[in-house]
């Protein structure tokens, strides 16, 4: 079944360590998205790419970083500069207008 | 810009209870309307959606008309289940420009009690 894989489910990391998230997929998508999601505060897009080797900042990129070195992965690293790290990651592939999210990554940074 | 409002919860609603959740938009000319919902812990999944004015999308029991003329696409169903109980965005893809991203509205969380 074709779909998009988001490892780990969860993730523990110290204050002022990056740490790297990743986002597969196998649906043959040109686009990828990630997004934060916080309480009460919606879905916020960090980054997204509509090719590889190409992306773009999103609404709150500051302290993010991505790469798009293949169509099928498009890995996010929250860096030591994002304030407030903690959150629930999501990510999502689309052709044209359907879009598939993977099942998220919960950060806490302790 | 592109945004979406919808209604703040939570709702609480009891089971085989009528179901609003309320959405409006903004947006130039007519972009894509899109409901999707979350279950505890989970991504989001597509529920329904309207390309144009007066589609009607349904899935699952739930319905939403495009309405053009209050820029609006209300989310009902008429009898809720437990099983229903999760959080509901409200999204819009605007026309044009050859990019397909999506903007949320905040998200409504709808808890169903037996």
């Known amino acids: 079944d074709g779909g998009i894989t988001q490892s780990p489910k969860y993730l523990f990391r110290k204050e002022g360590q990056n740490v790297t998230l990743s986002c597969e997929q196998n649906l043959n998508h040109d686009a990828m998205y990630w997004y934060r999601q916080d309480p009460g505060q919606g879905l916020r897009l960090i980054y997204y790419?509509?090719?590889?080797?190409?992306?773009q900042k999103g609404d709150i990129a500051e302290g993010y970083s991505v790469s798009r070195e293949k169509k099928e992965s498009f890995p996010l690293t929250v860096t030591s500069a994002q304030k407030n790290p903690t959150a629930f990651y999501l990510c999502a592939s689309s052709m044209l207008e359907g879009y598939t999210f993977g099942s998220g990554t919960r950060l806490t940074v302790v | 810009g592109n945004s979406v409002t919808q209604m703040e919860g939570p709702v609480t609603l009891s089971e085989e209870a009528f179901l609003t959740i309320n959405c409006t938009y903004t947006a130039t000319g007519y972009p894509s309307l899109f409901w999707y919902v979350q279950y505890p812990g989970e991504g989001l999944q597509l529920l329904l959606k309207a390309t144009k004015a007066d589609d009607k999308g349904s899935n699952k029991g739930f319905e939403a008309t495009y309405r053009k003329e209050t820029t609006s696409f209300h989310l009902e169903k008429g009898s809720v289940q437990v099983s229903d109980s999760a959080v509901y965005f409200c999204?819009?893809?605007?026309?044009?420009?050859?990019?397909?991203?999506?903007?949320f509205g905040k998200g409504t969380k709808l808890s169903v009690i037996p």
């Open positions: 790419s509509q090719i590889v080797n190409d992306f």
């Open positions: 999204a819009l893809i605007p026309p044009g420009a050859g990019s397909y991203q999506l903007t």
